[in-house]
């Protein structure tokens, strides 16, 4: 009897280390967004980008002159500079008289409120503060991109691919963060969808738009939609020069995007403490 108990305690470890025995990706836990599919990486960059984030809403009588603003900077500055419309405030709030199109987000009405962007139009270069106040008057776009792109230090590249997978109804992103320096402050993920080309009402005084008051076939371009992945842990101790940090993620669609071939998929890197943006890039689906 001893001689069985002594055998079923030398036994009992190699069993419950059997059963305890499971695969690599099943150790696995991501966050919800967040997965081990990849696709291929198709957009690469090795150059300081800047994202100008433009506040705006239909009801904002100034915002058709801010958008042709972004509009002229994209010409300017071509592919190093992202364009980013957040719809929000009141200014945005849908009604019959948009016929209740709503291009707000619960993110974007975050980011108003935290960056102060109350007076309409307005934008966030980098999210950097520019004296006292994050906000630019569209006024100033011009000069104060030049001086980010002039002055923001080169850290990383994001290098991105992104698939649209028609049946389920989500886009997978692929992302290699590739650092050119040491970088010792915690970093946040963000994955965005961007819309452009969608026909509706916004309200107007700009001259250049026609004398009417109200624009019925407004054109709105790269317009925020919902279900991005936002403040999403990208390193928690900071990186080191030469460090490669490959992420993926999935992104349900938005059941609103009109025209999905007229998206982008938006990725940018900020400081977690300063909240500025170290890095953006876009990648078309």
């Not at 054109?219 to 991005?228: A, D, I, S, Y």
């Not at 020069?241 to 349900?252: A, V």
């Not at 071939?261 to 400081?271: G, I």
Request: glycine share 6%.
């Amino acid at each position: 009897m001893k001689k069985i108990i002594f055998l079923l305690t030398l036994l009992l470890p190699l069993i419950w280390v059997s059963c305890d025995t499971i695969e690599e990706d099943e150790r696995l836990v991501f966050p919800k967004g967040q997965t081990s599919e990849t696709t291929p990486i198709t957009k690469t960059e090795n150059v300081q980008k800047i994202i100008l984030e433009d506040y705006t809403g239909w009801k904002c009588v100034n915002c058709p002159r801010a958008a042709a603003k972004a509009t002229e900077m994209i010409s300017k500055y071509g592919e190093q500079l992202v364009i980013m419309a957040v719809h929000s405030t009141a200014f945005a709030n849908p009604s019959s008289g948009n016929d209740y199109i709503d291009f707000r987000t619960e993110y974007g009405e975050r980011w108003a409120t935290e960056f102060g962007c109350t007076s309409l139009p307005t934008g966030l270069i980098n999210r950097k503060k520019i004296g006292a106040a994050y906000t630019v008057g569209d006024a100033n776009w011009d000069s104060e991109i030049q001086n980010a792109i002039n002055s923001q230090e080169h850290i990383m590249n994001i290098n991105l691919g992104a698939e649209y997978r028609l049946e389920d109804k989500q886009i997978l992103v692929s992302t290699e963060n590739v650092f050119l320096k040491d970088y010792s402050s915690p970093l946040l993920m963000n994955v965005v969808v961007l819309e452009s080309g969608i026909v509706g009402v916004q309200y107007n005084s700009d001259p250049n738009f026609g004398a009417t008051p109200k624009i019925n076939d407004y054109e709105f371009n790269h317009v925020l939609r919902n279900n991005g992945l936002i403040d999403y842990s990208l390193s928690i101790t900071g990186v080191t020069n030469g460090t490669i940090l490959r992420k993926n993620y999935l992104i349900d669609v938005d059941p609103d995007i009109k025209d999905i071939s007229k998206c982008t998929v938006v990725v940018f890197v900020t400081d977690a403490q300063t909240k500025e943006v170290i890095q953006v890039n876009e990648i078309h689906l």
